[in-house]
């Protein structure tokens, strides 16, 4: 489209990027709110319109661009491949809805400083948009460090609660000490040439103990990013700690520039992979899918659980790109772009379901206030729009056919099956068994979903303030819109998407779906052959509405259609509260009880003697307790240690300086 | 896509909806049997729905929109899966766009809707079978994907037609993997269609029920649809376990001669599994909801040992 008008991808998204920082400023200095909901937001969301289409152009060519600002001698390269195009299409699509959305949230939420708020907001946009495009590790790592920083800010947008502040603070600690494994990454793959733009990188040749070590360090920073066990910490508090809108980002787009890292890093950049790697990368993956999704089955508050989900995904996510890492070491190209389209099939996939269901959260919270579990209930009757909107991410979420998230999952679990012939016999044993952990894992996001929607949407309203609550404004159900659109969309049409993705995978494992991903037409989802697997959504869709139709026609017809209301049966029980239904500690019950192994659980057990018996279990994280707390003891040592040096009184602190220079000197010598 | 095809499928269409309270109606029928009783004949699940369906329908005050809908979409999605399975003839249009990765979604998707219904009213009841029939499914789905990513691996696709001709043409000897895969589908089936000893059909027992639980507040002609997709569910996991575990005899494509003999034959293995079921719910008593999790677990871990076995044995 753009490329009719004589102008080049980067050329408009660098165009976008400065528009966006320039909206933020405005919004900043007018200071004005009902120009900032009304206005800059909307006009925010056509950039990351133009966005999306320019990043859709870009996704064949490869696009480079110097630009003269930046250190001497150290100017910004820039560059737009099929990788950073698919990701910049993930951010400008997903973001539009993210952004008219905001429109109405920030508009409707007191907020204080919404001019700031503003200016962080497009500065968090514009900093993704960079790093996608970033072709140095100088401009990446600032790109980087702007997107932590403007989501720190983001993150602790409400700062007067302590809890928020100590949210953003894990956050931002979490995330340098991954900018640091990044940057040290970077450090190993110049080779010591002392040239650090990408191009070099990817013309050097590190041995295989060198590129190992550059992977796992890279592994280890994005997955600080990521959420990856266990550098997880972070992530199930700050998310909910951030306003909805901010949130969806975090999750939706922001988890994906650590996988968009993973990918460049370990296909771009290094020019050889070595098969473990993805055996650790797989593992990894599934430990932290389960550890996501067992979690959120047992949380409280909506939106922590659906940050525990985001874990979830992420696993999952990354064991497709363990498996593709696997697959192209042992040089099956098909297979590894099988796995490779279905982790970023599953990215755009989250970005849209879990935006959408995030940004849900932000209307739920918008008209209770609450974000316990425990208060909400029969939202449904209240807020019909938003309820179908919602069950429309719950059901994606979940995996559910017909929607997005079971294609990518789908795809995932083709590559698993078609993996035997692998030249490691016990990675043929692995297969499997990483196989049936995924599917417990898809299994039990079915539970997590009906869980968050059940207990949110549906029974009796567990509060009184609930009988009053409005649905969603018209700027929220535009953006939330948008989302669902994507994920019918994505979900409905899936050939159309992998032509797409066809390119990243011709970029990065030489081979792709390509003609027989739609052998037999567009309708006809078959990978590999369609004799081996075939999935059509369409079809399958339409088939179960005309199921439904046909079936209420019958009905309608045969059936004399009285129908009575009356009070509900439930075996007869006279006493029928909101307290008799299912709370969220309740539904999660049987979770906690099978993986009580997993998860540390303290009970609070009342006495037989107690005259108000209170019952109490609170879940942990087991790992805080291996990996967090020893480094924050340690930690805490260390700074005592050195605290005996300080005492405060000059002569002391002068005679430091003497031994320093003597030692010196001496060193000179 | 040829006439004769779009005839067999609609064929199929009709024969799985009739059949389905047929079998309901004969294993209830053995089960009395087995039980030294006269029974109620194995049409009575006709008559069940009949007079279901000239009820007044009730509905509790604060019943959704999403409680109405349900059994209409829990009945589409049944009356799809049962459809779906090649157990008279290979050649069903409708098959290649689902395959054997989508049944189960398509399993799951009832699930999710049912589940969500029952949490409609928030009554106690709805939302424990709620809790109840997320945490069955939750153990039970891998385990019946485990079992049909064996029977993939072995004839190199997850598409139900081909799976079946593959193993159609296979000499009958005893797989080690289809054998564990078979006694998995089995604890799954007793599972996933709420029959003992996960859960009991014709329990209100405020305790133990499960299913039952779930649709306590449907009535009438919601209480009809939702008891016939139960019945389109069975026949579809029997389906399932005939095309996985005995296809031989399955007309194939464009064979119109073996049709008569494969419809007899169909007949006879499903009344010989219905028997077989009936025994099974007859020997065994329920077992608590805790010990529920075990015993999917083993269905679970006999699927992966087949899944393993496979690729230990057998390549």
Redesign the interface.
């Given at each position: 489209m753009f490329a009719s008008l004589g102008v080049s991808p980067i050329n408009v998204i660098l165009g976008v990027t400065v528009f966006w920082l320039l909206l933020g400023l405005g919004g900043l200095a007018l200071q004005d709110n009902r120009i900032i909901t009304r206005v800059i937001f909307p006009v925010g969301a056509i950039g990351s319109l133009i966005l999306a289409t320019a990043a859709l152009g870009g996704l064949s060519g490869v696009d480079t661009a110097v630009l003269p600002i930046g250190l001497p001698d150290l100017p910004f390269h820039l560059r737009i491949d099929s990788l950073s195009a698919f990701f910049l299409l993930l951010l400008g699509a997903s973001s539009i809805g993210i952004t008219l959305f905001s429109a109405g949230y920030f508009g409707r939420m007191a907020v204080q400083e919404l001019g700031l708020l503003c200016l962080e907001y497009h500065i968090f946009l514009a900093s993704m948009t960079l790093v996608f495009l970033a072709d140095d590790a100088y401009m990446f790592m600032v790109a980087w460090e702007a997107m932590a920083l403007s989501s720190y800010f983001l993150v602790t947008t409400d700062h007067d609660q302590p809890e928020v502040r100590r949210a953003g603070f894990l956050y931002l600690l979490i995330a340098h000490v991954g900018a640091i494994a990044i940057l040290m990454g970077f450090g190993v793959m110049q080779g010591g040439h002392g040239d650090y733009t990408f191009d070099t990188m990817r013309h050097g040749h590190l041995s295989a103990y060198w590129a190992s070590i550059t992977f796992f360090l890279a592994l280890f920073g994005f997955g600080a990013k990521a959420g990856i066990l266990p550098m997880h910490a972070w992530l199930p508090e700050a998310h909910p700690a951030a306003p909805s809108p901010v949130s969806a980002l975090l999750s939706g787009i922001m988890l994906k520039t650590a996988i968009y890292g993973i990918l460049r890093v370990s296909f771009d950049l290094l020019d050889i992979q070595i098969w473990w790697w993805g055996v650790v990368a797989l593992t990894l993956g599934l430990f932290t899918a389960l550890f996501g999704v067992i979690f959120a089955a047992v949380q409280v508050d909506m939106k922590r659980l659906l940050a525990y989900s985001s874990i979830e995904n992420i696993g999952i996510i990354l064991v497709g790109i363990g498996l593709t890492i696997i697959f192209h070491a042992s040089g099956k190209e098909a297979l590894a772009a099988l796995s490779l389209t279905a982790s970023l099939y599953h990215s755009i996939n989250h970005a849209f379901m879990k935006g959408l269901l995030f940004l849900g959260t932000g209307s739920i919270l918008h008209a209770t206030g609450e974000r316990h579990l425990g208060k909400l209930?029969?939202l449904?009757?209240k807020m019909?729009n938003l309820a179908l909107f919602m069950?429309i991410g719950t059901?994606a979420l979940?995996?559910?056919?017909p929607l997005n998230g079971?294609v990518s999952e789908?795809l995932m679990?083709?590559a698993f099956?078609l993996s035997?012939g692998l030249t490691q016999a016990y990675i043929?044993?692995l297969v499997?068994?990483a196989?049936?952990a995924l599917?417990?894992t898809?299994?039990?996001a079915?539970?997590v979903?009906?869980?968050f929607?059940?207990?949110i949407f549906?029974?009796?309203p567990r509060d009184a303030g609930l009988a009053v609550v409005h649905d969603a404004g018209i700027w929220e159900r535009i953006g939330m819109l948008c989302m669902v659109a994507g994920c019918i969309a994505l979900g409905i049409f899936p050939t159309f998407v992998i032509l797409h993705l066809d390119f990243v995978a011709e970029m990065l494992v030489h081979n792709s779906l390509g003609t027989s991903a739609v052998h037999?037409g567009w309708l006809?989802l078959t990978p590999i052959a369609?004799?081996?697997?075939?999935?059509?959504p369409l079809?399958?869709l339409l088939?179960?509405?005309?199921?439904?139709v046909?079936?209420?026609l019958a009905?309608k017809k045969?059936?004399?259609g009285?129908?009575?209301?009356?009070?509900?049966?439930?075996?007869g029980?006279p006493e029928?509260g909101?307290r008799?239904?299912?709370t969220a500690e309740?539904?999660g019950?049987?979770i906690r009880?099978?993986f009580e192994w997993f998860m540390g659980v303290v009970r609070k057990m009342p006495s037989p003697f107690d005259l108000h018996p209170h019952y109490h279990a609170e879940v942990h994280d087991r790992l805080w307790n291996i990996f967090y707390a020893p480094i924050k003891r340690a930690n805490e040592a260390i700074g005592n240690q050195i605290g005996k040096l300080q005492h405060g009184r000059i002569h002391v602190y002068l005679l430091y300086s003497f031994i320093t220079l003597l030692a010196l000197l001496a060193f000179i010598e | 896509m040829s006439a004769s095809a779009i005839f067999l499928q609609l064929l199929q269409n009709v024969l799985v909806l009739l059949a389905a309270p047929l079998l309901l109606g004969w294993i209830n029928q053995c089960r009395a049997w087995l039980q030294n009783r006269n029974g109620a004949g194995m049409l009575q699940p006709y008559r069940n729905l009949l007079k279901l369906f000239h009820k007044d329908a009730v509905l509790a005050h604060n019943a959704s929109q999403l409680f109405r809908t349900t059994p209409y979409i829990l009945f589409a999605c049944m009356w799809l899966a049962a459809a779906l399975v090649p157990v008279l003839a290979t050649d069903l249009p409708l098959s290649p766009a689902v395959d054997v990765i989508a049944l189960v979604g398509i399993f799951a998707l009832a699930r999710v809707f049912i589940s969500l219904a029952a949490m409609d009213i928030g009554t106690a009841f709805g939302s424990l079978g709620a809790r109840r029939e997320m945490l069955v499914g939750f153990l039970a789905e891998p385990a019946l994907l485990m079992v049909l990513f064996t029977a993939s691996t072995i004839s190199q696709s997850t598409s139900l037609i081909t799976i079946v001709e593959t193993l159609a043409h296979k000499q009958f000897v005893l797989y080690p993997s289809m054998t564990f895969a078979a006694v998995a589908f089995v604890m799954v089936l007793l599972a996933e269609n709420a029959r003992v000893p996960v859960d009991n059909p014709s329990t209100h027992l405020e305790l133990t029920m499960i299913h039952e639980a779930m649709v306590l507040e449907y009535s009438a002609r919601h209480l009809a649809l939702v008891e016939w997709a139960s019945a389109l569910k069975l026949l579809a996991y029997m389906a399932i376990g005939i095309a996985l575990f005995i296809p031989y005899g399955i007309a194939e494509a464009g064979n119109w001669n073996a049709l008569p003999a494969a419809i007899a034959l169909l007949t006879f293995k499903l009344l010989l599994a219905g028997a077989g079921l009936a025994f099974i719910e007859t020997i065994s008593a329920k077992m608590r909801i805790f010990r529920v999790p075990e015993f999917m677990g083993t269905a679970f871990l006999l699927a992966v040992l087949g899944l393993l076995t496979h690729f230990l044995l057998e390549t």
């Open positions: 209930g029969g449904i009757h019909p069950l059901l979940a995996g559910l056919p079971f789908w679990l083709q099956l035997p043929n044993m499997p068994i196989a049936a599917v417990l898809a299994a039990l079915g539970f979903m009906v869980k929607y059940g207990v549906l029974g009796q037999s006809m369609a004799e081996r697997a075939s999935y059509s079809i399958l088939i179960i509405v005309s199921g439904v046909l079936t209420m009905v045969f059936y004399h009285r129908l009575r209301r009356g009070p509900a049966w439930d075996c029980f029928q909101a008799m239904q299912d309740g539904f019950q049987p009880q099978i | -």
